[in-house]
């Protein structure tokens, strides 16, 4: 069966930082790969997304960036993390047809 | 451009009092309405997928119905642990990504 995993579960980091967030898919081959960043009582706000290895699509311009070193991993990072960062930020996969995409646990950002 | 709404934003409902919660899309060649669950502090958990007007999926006290225009989520007689907050999302076209609404944040009160 396929996993998604994602760390770390929180984080605070100071303004200024930088940021590495990383997310891995088990079970599974070329799968299509996402970044979410969800804010306090907000909905989900789609930040990349990926169809293949090195392929990245961004989705809102912002001080952030995404890689994808390996057909299974994705990782989202920043040079310099704003106040404006602070979110749930979400990891999702599907296989790469028209079906159903699997959330990660979360990651929890605090920027103070 | 393609949009999802959900409605209302939040429900509070009595333990044992059925309801539904709506998912309306902009028509422009839907190709799946998705249904999740999200629990405060995880990640949202699949529920239904629909694909087409006329389709019903059923999981336990949950009923996700869809048409041309819009889906339902019926809950019949719920529990406290429904509560959540049940997003929807639709994919319009090919391999692209989800549209997802801003969900509505249910509670159940026993």
């Known amino acids: 069966s396929q996993t998604i995993h994602q760390w770390p579960a929180t984080l605070v980091q100071p303004v200024g930082s930088p940021l590495s967030l990383e997310c891995t898919v088990e079970g599974t081959s070329n799968p299509n790969l996402y970044w979410y960043r969800q804010a306090a009582g907000r909905g989900l706000q789609l930040l990349f997304y990926s169809v293949g290895i090195g392929q990245i699509s961004s989705e809102v311009p912002q001080n952030l960036s995404a890689s994808r070193p390996q057909d299974r991993q994705f990782i989202l990072s920043s040079k310099k993390l704003l106040l404006s960062d602070s979110g749930f930020y979400l990891c999702?996969?599907?296989?790469?047809?028209?079906?159903?995409?699997?959330f990660g646990p979360g990651t929890r950002l605090t920027v103070l | 451009e393609d949009q999802v709404t959900q409605s209302p934003e939040a429900l509070r409902l009595q333990e044992g009092e059925s309801s539904s919660l709506n998912c309306s899309y902009t028509?422009?060649?839907?190709?799946?309405l998705f249904w999740y669950r999200q629990d405060p502090g995880k990640g949202p958990e699949f529920l239904f997928t629909?694909?087409?007007a006329g389709e019903e999926k059923e999981k336990e006290r949950l009923k996700a119905t869809l048409t041309k225009k819009e889906s339902f989520l019926h809950i019949t007689a719920p529990k406290p642990e429904d509560s959540a907050t049940y997003l929807c999302?639709?994919?319009?076209?090919?391999?692209?990504?989800?549209?997802f609404g801003k969900g509505t944040r249910l509670s159940v009160i026993a």
């Open positions: 999302a639709a994919r319009f076209s090919g391999n692209t990504p989800l549209v």
């Open positions: 028509v422009s060649g839907l190709r799946g």
């Open positions: 629909l694909y087409s």
């Open positions: 999702a996969w599907n296989p790469g047809t028209n079906n159903e995409q699997f």
